[in-house]
T-cell receptor, first 113, second 111 residues
Framework: DVKVTQSSRYLVKRTGEKVFLECVQDMDHENMFWYRQDPGLGLRLIYFSYDVKMKEKGDIPEGYSVSREKKERFSLILESASTNQTSMYLC????????????FGPGTRLTVL | GEDVEQSLFLSVREGDSSVINCTYTDSSSTYLYWYKQEPGAGLQLLTYIFSNMDMKQDQRLTVLLNKKDKHLSLRIADTQTGDSAIYFCAESNQAGTALIFGKGTTLSVSS
């Protein structure tokens, strides 16, 4: 069974802290994505990666960075967390050459106090 | 720019049909998708339609595509309480590198 796992379901951090959100997929997918989901705004793409060490900015990259050192792992980094980054963060992966189906993790609900 | 629009809420009674509508802007998208998000979970692909098709049926689900009007719909027959969820319409971006999602339609099914 295909799987995308995220390191935490719930996370509470303080303003100014550095935050790492980890995502791992076991499907040998080339593409990985980070979204944030907010009520009334739907899913917005933060960053994506189509290969190891490659990254592309999505629609809202400001305040975030990413790291992809291994094919199966894609990390989202908040260098200095702010309250407006309180959100649900969803990771997804997909394979090249399919119907672009993205497989999603369960999400991490991050609260920044 | 690329955009996907859908209504935010739909409320139906158990046993009725539900129709969720979506409009999109990028006509070059090869596939169009419907994802479902149950409470507390990530998104799951529900169904997709190839852009040269008008209709796709999969058990209780019917997808209709009107390319001329850039309109996509998802019909759920005999809607059940377990169908209560958020439904997202999505298309590929022009570069074909990512999906663009609508804001999601929250379907509420009452018994």
């Amino acid at each position: 069974d295909v799987k995308v796992t995220q390191s935490s379901r719930y996370l509470v951090k303080r303003t100014g802290e550095k935050v790492f959100l980890e995502c791992v997929q076991d499907m040998d997918h080339e593409n990985m994505f980070w979204y944030r989901q907010d009520p009334g705004l739907g899913l917005r793409l933060i960053y994506f990666s189509y290969d190891v060490k490659m990254k592309e900015k999505g629609d809202i990259p400001e305040g975030y960075s990413v790291s992809r050192e291994k094919k199966e792992r894609f990390s989202l980094i908040l260098e200095s967390a702010s309250t407006n980054q309180t959100s649900m963060y969803l990771c997804a992966s997909s394979s090249i050459g399919t119907a672009d189906e993205q497989f999603f993790g369960p999400g991490t609900r991050l609260t920044v106090l | 720019g690329e955009d996907v629009e859908q209504s935010l809420f739909l409320s139906v009674r158990e046993g009725d049909s539900s129709v969720i509508n979506c409009t999109y802007t990028d006509s070059s998208s090869t596939y169009l998708y419907w994802y479902k998000q149950e409470p507390g979970a990530g998104l799951q692909l529900l169904t997709y339609i190839f852009s040269n098709m008008d209709m796709k049926q999969d058990q209780r689900l019917t997808v209709l595509l009107n390319k001329k009007d850039k309109h996509l719909s998802l019909r759920i027959a005999d809607t059940q309480t377990g169908d209560s969820a958020i439904y997202f319409c999505a298309e590929s971006n022009q570069a074909g590198t990512a999906l663009i999602f609508g804001k999601g339609t929250t379907l509420s099914v009452s018994s």
